[in-house]
């Protein structure tokens, strides 16, 4: 069982920066993902990124590629969000999850890979 806790939202101005941190409680293994989706306000979620824990893979979506970061600290058991550039299509409730085993490179943006998830943190950027 792992247990997902975000912190780091908050109000942010366009271009702005800001970085979510994911705390996990519970077992990592070099072969789970932890990743990053969003659901903005009447929106669905999508998938924004994701990292193979052992660290070597990366995965994003086309929206955030070359503004956001995901990277982990396996001795903190945490991971990290580093968002740059922020847009107001940021805006937006987000989530940390951790797969229970190994995810396919292909699905890795597959909600459904992912059986844990964290309470969101809430990321608004302003115009």
């Known amino acids: 069982q792992v247990q997902l806790v975000e912190s780091g939202g908050g109000l942010v101005q366009d271009g702005g920066s800001l970085r979510l941190s994911c705390a996990a409680s519970?077992?990592?293994?070099?072969?789970?993902?932890v990743g990053w989706f969003r659901q903005a306000p009447g929106k669905e979620r999508e998938f924004v990124a994701a990292?193979?824990?052992?660290?070597?893979?990366?995965y994003y979506a086309d929206s955030v590629k070359g503004r956001f970061t995901i990277s982990r600290d396996n001795a903190k058991n945490t991971a990290y969000l580093q968002m740059n550039s922020l847009k107001p299509e940021d805006t937006a409730v987000y989530y940390c999850?951790?797969?229970?085993?190994?995810?396919?490179?292909?699905?890795?943006?597959?909600?459904?890979?992912?059986?844990?998830w964290g309470q969101g943190t809430q990321v608004t950027v302003s115009s």
């Open positions: 519970g077992r990592l293994t070099n072969n789970n993902v």
């Open positions: 990292i193979k824990w052992s660290g070597g893979i990366t």
């Open positions: 999850v951790a797969a229970a085993g190994p995810v396919f490179y292909a699905n890795y943006p597959d909600a459904k890979q992912y059986a844990y």
